[in-house]
T-cell receptor, first 115, second 118 residues
Framework: EAEVAQSPRYKITEKSQAVAFWCDPI?????LYWYRQILGQGPELLVQ????????DSQLPKDRFSAERLKGVDSTLKIQPAELGDSAMYLC?????????????FGAGSRLTVL | AQKITQTQPGMFVQEKEAVTLDCTYD???????LFWYKQPSSGEMIFLIY??????QNATEGRYSLNFQKARKSANLVISASQLGDSAMYFC???????????????FGQGTILTVHP
């Protein structure tokens, strides 16, 4: 069964360091999402890509976070500098674009701890 | 305003019993999709069931069914014959057309932790 691949699974870093997460969506899925999930809460969308274009990054803290999907396939989410409040699970998901019934398939997530 | 509301932070159920997890939503769109996901302690989000706003029948997937009451804007998940492996966090989510830049994203509720007792 096709999967969304994410790495690393776990990352521990110190405050003010840079960190990067990678996601490889299911082949053929045009839409890719990065969500952040703080412990005990529901995931919140950080950025949504349609192919290589960003279609929604309204909740992305752009002073420290950046995301790219250069060839419209895999994607990287970067945080620089990391802050204590960035400790969370970072989930990547992908889906075909239409229709609404298309399920978002999630990766296993990247758990970040900032010390 | 919160779009997805899950009012039960935690629920307990005896093995083999049925349990209902509540979800209400808010939208002005006529066309939307409602989803339930399960998140075990390992962290991965697992899709359980989908209900479209125009679907006349309640969705069912094995032991999962969705009690969809459109007028009340509720989409409760019913798990029949609970198993120990059902212990996890459960999220209700909604996907709206929205238009513009918000098309297609899932908006999640805060989740309900389900504990199944032997």
């Amino acid at each position: 069964e096709a999967e969304v691949a994410q790495s690393p699974r776990y990352k521990i870093t110190e405050k003010s360091q840079a960190v990067a997460f990678w996601c490889d969506p299911i082949s053929g899925h045009a839409t890719l999402y990065w969500y952040r999930q703080i412990l005990g809460q529901g995931p919140e969308l950080l950025v949504q890509f349609q192919d290589e274009s960003v279609v929604d990054d309204s909740q992305l803290p752009k002073d420290r976070f950046s995301a790219e999907r250069l060839k419209g396939v895999d994607s990287t989410l970067k945080i620089q500098p990391a802050e204590l409040g960035d400790s969370a699970m970072y989930l990547c998901a992908s889906s075909p674009n239409l229709p609404l019934a298309n399920v978002l398939t999630f990766g296993a997530g990247s758990r970040l701890t900032v010390l | 305003a919160q779009k997805i509301t899950q009012t039960q932070p935690g629920m307990f159920v005896q093995e083999k019993e049925a349990v209902t997890l509540d979800c209400t939503y808010d939208t002005s769109d006529q066309s939307y999709g409602l989803f339930w996901y399960k998140q075990p302690s390992s962290g991965e989000m697992i899709f359980l069931i989908y209900q479209g706003s125009y679907d006349e029948q309640n969705a069912t997937e094995g032991r999962y069914s969705l009690n969809f009451q459109k007028a009340r804007k509720s989409a409760n998940l019913v798990i029949s014959a609970s198993q120990l492996g059902d212990s996890a966090m459960y999220f209700c989510a909604m996907r709206e057309p929205g238009g513009g830049t918000s098309y297609g994203k899932l908006t999640f509720g805060q989740g309900t932790i389900l504990t199944v007792h032997p």
